[in-house]
């Protein structure tokens, strides 16, 4: 027999986190359900104070782990120390009809034990956009819907930053921010000097730089600025659902955590029309499980999330849930990380930086902003970080005289990178593969995502205005490069199961519950519109929260 609960959470990363930390606290009975094995914050990092020296490899990848795994390797966070909480590319095959590099972690926490850390809030010409601009459909929020929401998270999460007072990114609820260094604070002037309508900033980043009492209930303490954080970390210095939300719904007394268990679908009820539950695989054992619930939410990242509706068909949903209009899978859309610059910064040469910081300087979005103006769509945040390279590797010599070079700085350099918009279109859609399962006879997903001419506007216009920028700012021997990476290893895959006002052309309303089955709430990035040009966690952590607070409200009115 199936055991109930009130609410069953799909997927433990930084949604499923927050879905089980809000539903906990108002007092629902939630199951929480992961795939991967369980992760306990400290206890699972074992690598979180190791040295280089410490590893078999010196934590660099073998050539073998990389031949083995094409895909994975490509990931800046993969190396021999976070290596186990990356899915390995034969352990968890896929179909790729385009190239797609797929970037995974399967365990408790998911990939907020990976993930960038960088957040920004979404502003109104984000959530205007669309309908303004005539591509996808109209978001059916505006900023000041989910403003107050932001706040929420914010403050429980700890975003360092600064007030800018900008209308393009608009300020939180900030510890104190990281320091651009003199190199940066250089650029930014020149910049700053030479145009009107750009603004460098210092980053925003998930890291606690001033505790609060909030932080320390959660048991958390300040960021060392290590930047060792895919390993896990053991200071909590940064925000990951095993240091801060998962805990906090344990303690409520309401959480329930089952690991090793893949969800096959959502069940569906005929004569209720609701969702009454899930079919759970033991990933260990391959027992199939039922559980019930009077609320479910879909958050097992994108894709997973997309595949898991796919795969729940009923007499009344043959094509996947909610998918009466067959859009689900459909407008997948993701960030474009192609271009970059490199150049070097003449003098400063007796100045330095303390710590490795974790964010970089970041500029919002100045391209179409309020009309459209340039013969692409959209447009793109760009990101900087001066640095000077030395110390460790390539000092000439031998003995003492390669100790006294090694501990001389090299020049500074500079680092600039986009992170473009792209439009949400039908023809990038994922399905479920009709002849490929895999180990648990889940069918596997079959992606087809790919650039397109705007993309290819918005990377020239990028790497076009970032020369004339660096040049503006003194930066000598500029590269202009074209990574030529295929979608996905962004890690910001975006859409398939969108909001929006009608149900002819969505498959979720305004309170991320879907149109044709109201108890089933999806609230991570498939639930996306459209993309933005910001780093998307801190707005699905955000949408989460006010998605759990309107679903326990409903359950009250038993309109559930």
Same mark, same amino acid.
């Given at each position: 027999?199936?055991?109930?609960?009130?609410?069953?959470?799909?997927?433990?990363?930084?949604?499923?986190?927050?879905?089980?930390?809000?539903?906990?606290?108002?007092?629902?009975?939630?199951?929480?359900?992961?795939?991967?094995?369980?992760?306990?914050?400290?206890?699972?990092?074992?690598?979180?104070?190791?040295?280089?020296?410490?590893?078999?490899?010196?934590?660099?990848?073998?050539?073998?782990?990389?031949?083995?795994?094409?895909?994975?390797?490509?990931?800046?966070?993969?190396?021999?120390?976070?290596?186990?909480?990356?899915?390995?590319?034969?352990?968890?095959?896929?179909?790729?009809?385009?190239?797609?590099?797929?970037?995974?972690?399967?365990?408790?926490?998911?990939?907020?034990?990976?993930?960038?850390?960088?957040?920004?809030?979404?502003?109104?010409?984000?959530?205007?956009?669309?309908?303004?601009?005539?591509?996808?459909?109209?978001?059916?929020?505006?900023?000041?819907?989910?403003?107050?929401?932001?706040?929420?998270?914010?403050?429980?999460?700890?975003?360092?930053?600064?007030?800018?007072?900008?209308?393009?990114?608009?300020?939180?609820?900030?510890?104190?921010?990281?320091?651009?260094?003199?190199?940066?604070?250089?650029?930014?002037?020149?910049?700053?000097?030479?145009?009107?309508? &750009? =603004? @460098?900033?210092?980053?925003?980043?998930?890291?606690?730089?001033?505790?609060?009492? $909030?932080? +320390?209930?959660?048991? *958390? #303490?300040?960021?060392?600025?290590?930047?060792?954080?895919?390993?896990?970390?053991?200071?909590?210095?940064?925000?990951?659902?095993?240091?801060?939300?998962?805990?906090?719904?344990?303690?409520?007394?309401?959480?329930?955590?089952?690991?090793?268990?893949?969800?096959?679908?959502?069940?569906?009820?005929?004569?209720?029309?609701?969702?009454?539950?899930?079919?759970?695989?033991?990933?260990?054992?391959?027992?199939?499980?039922?559980?019930?619930?009077?609320?479910?939410?879909?958050?097992?990242?994108?894709?997973?999330?997309?595949?898991?509706?796919?795969?729940?068909?009923?007499? &009344? =949903? @043959?094509?996947?849930?909610?998918?009466?209009?067959?859009?689900?899978?459909?407008? $997948?859309? +993701?960030?474009?990380? *192609? #271009?970059?610059?490199?150049?070097?910064?003449?003098?400063?040469?007796?100045?330095?930086?303390?710590?490795?910081?974790?964010?970089?300087?970041?500029?919002?979005?100045?391209?179409?902003?309020?009309?459209?103006?340039?013969?692409?769509?959209?447009?793109?945040?760009?990101?900087?970080?001066?640095?000077?390279?030395?110390?460790?590797?390539?000092?000439?010599?031998?003995?003492?005289?390669?100790?006294?070079?090694?501990?001389?700085?090299?020049?500074?350099?500079?680092?600039?990178?986009?992170?473009?918009?792209?439009?949400?279109?039908?023809?990038?859609?994922?399905?479920?593969?009709?002849?490929?399962?895999?180990?648990?006879?889940?069918?596997?997903?079959?992606?087809?995502?790919?650039?397109?001419?705007?993309?290819?506007?918005?990377?020239?216009?990028?790497?076009?205005?970032?020369?004339?920028?660096?040049?503006?700012?003194?930066?000598?021997?500029?590269?202009?490069?074209?990574?030529?990476?295929?979608?996905?290893?962004?890690?910001?895959?975006?859409?398939?199961?969108?909001?929006?006002?009608?149900?002819?052309?969505?498959?979720?309303?305004?309170?991320?519950?879907?149109?044709?089955?109201?108890?089933?709430?999806?609230?991570?990035?498939?639930?996306?519109?459209?993309?933005?040009?910001?780093?998307?966690?801190?707005?699905?952590?955000?949408?989460?929260?006010?998605?759990?607070?309107?679903?326990?409200?409903?359950?009250?009115?038993?309109?559930?």
């Amino acid at each position: 027999m199936a055991i109930t609960y009130d609410a069953i959470v799909i997927g433990s990363g930084i949604s499923g986190g927050w879905a089980a930390k809000e539903l906990c606290e108002k007092g629902l009975k939630t199951l929480l359900l992961e795939r991967g094995p369980d992760v306990k914050h400290l206890k699972d990092y074992p690598t979180a104070t190791m040295h280089p020296w410490e590893f078999p490899h010196r934590n660099q990848l073998t050539k073998k782990f990389i031949e083995d795994n094409p895909v994975a390797s490509k990931c800046y966070a993969l190396k021999e120390s976070s290596a186990h909480f990356f899915v390995k590319d034969n352990e968890h095959p896929y179909t790729q009809e385009k190239p797609f590099d797929w970037i995974r972690g399967y365990q408790v926490g998911g990939k907020s034990l990976l993930w960038a850390r960088q957040t920004q809030r979404w502003s109104r010409f984000d959530f205007e956009g669309p309908a303004r601009d005539g591509f996808a459909v109209d978001w059916p929020i505006r900023y000041d819907d989910i403003a107050p929401w932001y706040s929420h998270v914010e403050k429980f999460t700890g975003i360092s930053g600064n007030k800018d007072g900008l209308e393009t990114l608009p300020d939180g609820e900030f510890l104190p921010p990281w320091e651009m260094n003199c190199a940066e604070k250089s650029i930014a002037a020149a910049i700053q000097k030479n145009y009107q309508d &750009r =603004f @460098p900033v210092i980053g925003r980043c998930a890291h606690l730089t001033q505790p609060q009492p $909030i932080h +320390f209930e959660q048991g *958390r #303490g300040k960021c060392q600025a290590r930047t060792l954080c895919e390993r896990g970390c053991p200071f909590g210095g940064y925000f990951s659902s095993n240091a801060a939300t998962l805990p906090w719904a344990a303690k409520t007394g309401k959480l329930e955590l089952l690991p090793n268990s893949v969800v096959q679908a959502v069940l569906y009820d005929e004569t209720k029309q609701k969702a009454s539950g899930v079919l759970v695989v033991d990933t260990i054992t391959k027992e199939q499980r039922e559980y019930k619930a009077a609320i479910i939410f879909v958050t097992a990242a994108t894709l997973n999330t997309n595949l898991i509706l796919l795969n729940s068909t009923s007499k &009344r =949903f @043959p094509n996947g849930l909610g998918n009466d209009n067959g859009l689900l899978g459909t407008h $997948i859309a +993701f960030h474009n990380y *192609r #271009g970059q610059l490199t150049g070097t910064i003449p003098g400063m040469e007796a100045d330095y930086y303390q710590g490795r910081r974790p964010c970089a300087v970041m500029m919002p979005n100045f391209r179409n902003v309020r009309k459209q103006e340039m013969d692409f769509q959209r447009g793109y945040m760009s990101f900087f970080s001066a640095y000077r390279p030395g110390f460790a590797r390539g000092a000439d010599g031998i003995g003492a005289e390669m100790a006294a070079n090694v501990a001389e700085p090299g020049n500074w350099q500079v680092f600039m990178m986009m992170q473009g918009e792209t439009i949400p279109k039908q023809s990038n859609r994922v399905q479920l593969d009709p002849i490929e399962k895999d180990a648990w006879g889940i069918p596997r997903l079959s992606i087809s995502v790919d650039y397109d001419e705007n993309d290819e506007k918005i990377l020239a216009d990028f790497l076009q205005q970032g020369q004339e920028m660096l040049e503006k700012a003194g930066v000598q021997s500029i590269t202009t490069i074209d990574t030529k990476q295929a979608p996905g290893l962004d890690i910001h895959e975006m859409g398939g199961v969108r909001m929006g006002h009608d149900p002819a052309d969505s498959l979720l309303n305004k309170w991320n519950q879907m149109h044709a089955c109201k108890n089933v709430f999806v609230t991570d990035g498939a639930c996306m519109t459209s993309t933005g040009t910001q780093n998307p966690s801190l707005t699905f952590m955000a949408l989460t929260a006010r998605a759990a607070n309107y679903a326990v409200e409903e359950l009250k009115k038993m309109n559930l």
